[in-house]
Every structure is written in C-alpha cells, then in structure tokens.
C-alpha cells in the first residue's frame, strides 16, 4: 500500500477503505508518511468529503493511535459531555454537580482555553490548591465517591489528533466536518466513558456559524457515536451571545457556584439543566428528562447540588470554601463600567470578538504557552433585546494589567449593536440529534 495511491484515490472521489485510513494514520504518526503527502491527502477529504464509515473508520484509527482509559474502576454507567465551545460556556462546571447529586457519573477530562473559547481546566485553577492532574487511580475514587471529578487529558490520548490539527491548522483544512468530528470523537472515545451527550454551538461566537451546519456536525458525531457502539445525544444551542454572563476565569467559576446554590435563572442554567437531564436519562437513572428535571431542581433546593462541587474540589486538593465565600477566588484590582453610548435595544452581539475582549483583558491566551490571569474579565449587565439608555452599564470590567484596556473597550463596544427595534428573537436549544 503507497500513500500516493489513497491520495489520487480521493482525489477522484472515490471511498477509502478501513485499512486504507487505518494504513495513512499510523504512517503519519511514526513519521513514516511526511506531512507534504498528509497534506495533500487532508485537501483531496476537504474537497471530496466523507461518508459516514469513512469518518468512523478514521475517528477510530486516530482513538488506536494511542492509549485508552481505562474506566472500569468507576462502577456504573459513565456519561460524557463535550461541548465544541463558545464564551462564558460554563456550563461543565454546572452540569457535573447536577448530574452527580442526581445519582449520575461524570468522568470528564476537559481541556485548555485557546483563541476566544475559555477552557474548563483554566476555570477549575482560578479555584485555590485545586489540581487538575490526577492519577487514574485517584480519579476513579473521587468519581465513586462524590460522583464527578474534572481533570486534564492523561497519557497518551489519540496523538493522532494533535498531529493531525496542527497540520489542518497550516494548510487551511479544519473547516470539514468529517476531519471535525473525527478529532472531536477520537478523544471522547478515547476517554473511556459509555456514553457521550455533546453541545454543539452554532452563531457569531461559535466554529459553525449557522444552523444547517451545525445540526450537520451533529448528526455526524452522532453517527461516529453509534457506529462506535457508544449511545450519542447531540443538542445543537445558540453562541450569538456568550452563554453566560461572566466572562473569564475566577467570575465564570462564580456564576457556577450561584447557579447550583440556586441564585440565577438564564441561558446558562437552562443549557445546563437541558444537558444534564440528557445525561442522566442516558445513565439509565431516569426513564424520562421530565423526571430528572424534577430530581435537578431538587438538589439545588436542597443545597446537594453545591455539595457535590465542594466535595469534587476538595478530593482534587482545592479549598471547598469556596462555594461559601467566594471572595476566596482571586479577584482583579479593579471594576471599570463600560456603559453604554446610545439609547436602543440590544439587536445583536459578535461573541466571537466578546471573547476576544477577554483575552485582550488577560483571561485567555492566543498560544498554548501564554500565561493566563484568572481573575480578570468582565460580567455582563445586559443582553439581547434588552432595553438600554445612555448611560446605562453593559458591563464591569475586572482588570488588571491595563495595557490592553481601551484596544478591549473599543472592541467591547463594537461587538454590541444597539438599535431602536428589539430585534430577532434567538432560540436557545435548536434541534436534538439521536
């Protein structure tokens, strides 16, 4: 078998076979096939496609490119949730307390913030001592006894993927949505879970930008989920405003803790009460969402929603103070208000530089190697179709490093259209692919 021979096979469109792909994947990471070669085989996929076995094919051969975890130490049915990512998307940080006190499992391993999408693990670090790196062992026993426990990748997961991204990124092939589900689903299948319920983002702040895409993307994960042998459930929810309204480390850790004490309604919360319920039908806990919503609202009333959280960080040597006091976490130097200039309503938002503004601030990094400052960002005081005057605050700007300031507030103020009609009302939750 020869590369060449797969990369003028999809050139003409034709369907490469489980061998083939498995043959190009294992070539790429020995370094016995060159990136030149890979990247002409990456463009002949853009412009080809796909079918279904192709990208399961694929998806499969990068999970075997490395290790598997190993779940078995954990006892019961073990729920996966993966969001593709957005701004003030805290909703892991929601929804693994809920489902725990709900009677469900979460082993979730998260990842990093890069570009205007916030990163799980940063959030869950701005929280004092915790520590993200846990060995299986440990967070097999933190699961079996709280429930959740969130930690980073370990090992040697899918190193096919890492290759293959950093190869897409250069050679202006990461918008497909086989070569996109096939990166997604070769880690959540690699992470040893049973079964995996995903939020796929769509609008301004979102990879897919419109709707038929996204439910697109959807679909085929949920395909690689199934052919897989693992049960998939994708939502398809809105990004063209941050799903939130803190945005930033140590602030979206404390919208969390308000959320699971029982003090904020909004998008976040219904997203996350929407995933979780998923969740926990798929664990088998309940046989219908309409009972483990009852069983949700039950454990933040009760106050065994923020238990489990307080539990999950103290196992992972953080303070679990911190659902109590807040002011724990580290905090910025100072609140500037960013008000606004005209009298309207709020039309529309670009998410997508929102973010930007974070990582402006300090909250987020542009390169895997930049330092990260939990405690700045900004929460914000109003959203779409809200009515504003002049004068009015957007929002509060935590900040400390100032050199940035006036580049973010300029591009603060740009990203927020204000008009004099409300505006298009925005769906949260689109479609739900199973």
Request: one cysteine or more; glycine letters at 10%.
């Amino acid at each position: 078998m020869r590369i060449i021979d797969l990369i003028i096979k999809k050139k003409r469109g034709k369907i490469l076979s489980g061998e083939e792909i498995k043959f190009f994947i294992d070539g790429y990471v020995s370094g016995d096939i060159p990136d030149y070669q890979v990247s002409s085989l990456l463009m002949a996929i853009y412009f080809q496609g796909m079918n279904k076995q192709e990208t399961t094919d694929l998806t499969l051969a990068m999970v075997d490119s490395g290790d598997r975890v190993d779940l078995s130490a954990i006892k019961g049915i073990k729920v996966d949730k993966h969001s593709t990512g957005g701004v003030a998307d805290t909703a892991t940080l929601i929804v693994g307390p809920l489902v725990a006190a709900s009677g469900g499992l979460v082993a979730k391993m998260s990842g990093r913030g890069l570009g205007h999408t916030g990163g799980t693990l940063d959030k869950l670090e701005s929280i004092p001592g915790l520590n993200i790196s846990q060995t299986m062992e440990r967070f097999a026993e933190i699961v079996n006894t709280c429930g959740v426990s969130v930690i980073g990748q370990t090992g040697n997961l899918v190193p096919a993927d890492k290759k293959l991204y950093a190869l897409r990124d250069v050679t202006g092939t990461v918008d497909n949505v086989s070569l996109i589900s096939g990166s997604i689903m070769s880690k959540k299948l690699a992470s040893g879970s049973d079964k995996i319920v995903l939020d796929v983002k769509t609008g301004s702040g979102a990879f897919m930008k419109d709707v038929e895409g996204a439910v697109e993307l959807a679909k085929m994960m949920v395909d690689i989920g199934t052919l897989a042998g693992k049960e998939t459930v994708a939502l398809v929810t809105d990004m063209n405003q941050p799903l939130g309204n803190a945005v930033g480390n140590s602030l979206e850790v404390i919208e969390a803790i308000e959320i699971l004490a029982g003090q904020h309604e909004g998008d976040l919360k219904a997203v996350s009460v929407a995933l979780a319920s998923k969740m926990l039908v798929l664990g088998e806990i309940f046989s219908t969402e309409k009972e483990a919503v009852e069983k949700i609202n039950e454990v933040i009333e009760n106050g065994e929603a923020l238990n489990r959280f307080a539990q999950m960080i103290k196992m992972q040597e953080g303070d679990p103070e911190v659902v109590k006091n807040t002011g724990l976490l580290p905090a910025a130097g100072s609140i500037i208000e960013v008000k606004a200039e005209a009298d309207g309503y709020i039309q529309s938002m670009n998410t997508e530089n929102m973010g930007m503004v974070a990582l402006l601030l300090g909250a987020g990094r542009t390169k895997k190697t930049d330092l990260v400052d939990p405690a700045v960002g900004y929460w914000l005081k109003k959203r779409i179709g809200d009515l504003v005057k002049k004068g009015d605050v957007l929002a509060d700007f935590h900040v400390n490093d100032r050199k940035n300031l006036d580049e973010s507030i300029e591009l603060f103020k740009k990203s927020i259209i204000i008009g004099k009609n409300p505006g298009k009302k925005i769906d949260l939750i689109y479609n739900t692919i199973s």
